[in-house]
């Protein structure tokens, strides 16, 4: 069966562009998040307050949060990986952020420069912080389905990391394909684990696919069937990660959104101002978005 509804994660502003080669104005970012949230996403994350060596295109943060109009009914959060990036995050008006870490050691080293147990150690006093300040926290883990530097990665691994991220106090995780290799019975069998195995509700995940090899919205309807209802992707299709060689764009919204559509599952999106939103920041990425509804509706 499916859901009646589902919670789309808008990520392009951040993961669609913090792997984009040409350098974005920061004008144009904020009237891309401005469109995005004006077209009924209900959430969507705006940038990142990582290290601008590591990611030197949203090293605009401040600026792009302060900047974008904040309507009532959007969430905007930001990737926080340290208490530097939480106390700029706090200065700029942020009231969600996402924290980051991943279910193998070598793409967490090459990430975010720490093993898994430090990256959650560092998180902890971010999280209180949070906590206090009445901030909302996702949590990523990236490296689910498979690793650009291990292979394969052990389902328990995840489950490991997925746990100890709820008892920090996450509220939310969301489980990253980040090279794009997952299959559909793969994705059931990890939701399962976690689902039935370990007892984690399914409004506290989200899936969040690359689409390198094509099988994203697959893996989606996968997820919808075992009872997940938030569901990660990006305008246009962009993004990817510069720590993940061969990391193709995310799944596009505007695909997601048309085939939910068309499944009668409401979204709250309108699917011709989110095309409007694409074409409006695709002169400044240098290539054509990769969405193919998106192309479709340029062609027709
Ligand atoms: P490090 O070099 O180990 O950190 O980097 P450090 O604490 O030693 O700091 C080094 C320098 O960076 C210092 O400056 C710090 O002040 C500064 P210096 O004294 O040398 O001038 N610094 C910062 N500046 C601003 N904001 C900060 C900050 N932190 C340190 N927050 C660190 C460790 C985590 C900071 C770095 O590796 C980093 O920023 N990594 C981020 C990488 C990233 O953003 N990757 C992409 C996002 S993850 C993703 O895309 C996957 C996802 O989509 C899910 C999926 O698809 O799998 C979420
Ligand atoms: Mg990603």
Redesign the pocket.
């Known amino acids: 069966s499916w859901p009646e509804r589902v919670r789309v994660v808008e990520?392009g502003p951040?993961?669609g562009l913090?792997?984009e080669k040409a350098q974005v104005p920061t004008a144009e970012k904020i009237r891309f998040i401005d469109l995005l949230s004006e077209a009924g996403l209900p959430v969507v994350e705006a940038t990142?307050?990582?290290?601008?060596?590591?990611?030197p295109q949203?090293s605009d943060a401040s600026e792009v949060m302060q900047s974008i109009k904040l309507l009532e009914s959007v969430e905007y959060p930001v990737?926080?990986?340290?208490s530097?990036?939480?106390e700029?995050a706090l200065a700029a008006g942020v009231r969600a952020i996402?924290v980051?870490t991943?279910a193998s050691e070598e793409f967490t080293r090459h990430?975010?420069?720490?093993t898994i147990a430090q990256s959650l150690e560092?998180f902890r006093p971010v999280i209180e912080l949070a906590r206090q300040e009445g901030v909302s926290v996702r949590g990523?883990?990236?490296?689910?389905f498979g690793c650009p530097y291990e292979g394969q990665v052990a389902p328990e691994k995840v489950a490991d990391v997925a746990l100890a991220l709820l008892e920090l106090g996450v509220s939310e995780l969301?489980l990253?394909?980040?090279i794009g290799v997952a299959t559909p019975k793969q994705v059931i069998e990890v939701l399962d684990l976690l689902l039935s195995h370990h007892s984690i509700p399914a409004s506290q995940l989200a899936v969040?696919f690359?689409d390198t090899r094509g099988t994203a919205l697959a893996n989606v309807l996968a997820a919808l069937q075992v009872g997940i209802t938030t569901v990660?992707s990006s305008a246009g299709g962009l993004?990817?990660?510069?720590?993940?060689p061969g990391?193709a764009g995310?799944l596009a919204t505007e695909d997601l959104v048309y085939m939910l559509n068309g499944m009668g599952i409401e979204t709250g999106v309108d699917l011709e101002k989110l095309v409007a939103a694409t074409r409006t920041i695709a002169p400044f990425l240098g290539h054509t978005p990769t969405s193919k509804y998106y192309q479709a509706a340029m062609s027709a």
């Open positions: 990520v951040r993961d913090q792997n990142s307050f990582v290290s601008p060596r590591a990611i949203l990737l926080v990986p340290n530097k990036g939480m700029r996402a980051f991943a990430n975010i420069n720490a560092n990523y883990i990236s490296t689910v969301s990253g394909d980040t969040h690359h990660d993004g990817g990660c510069p720590y993940a990391a995310n």
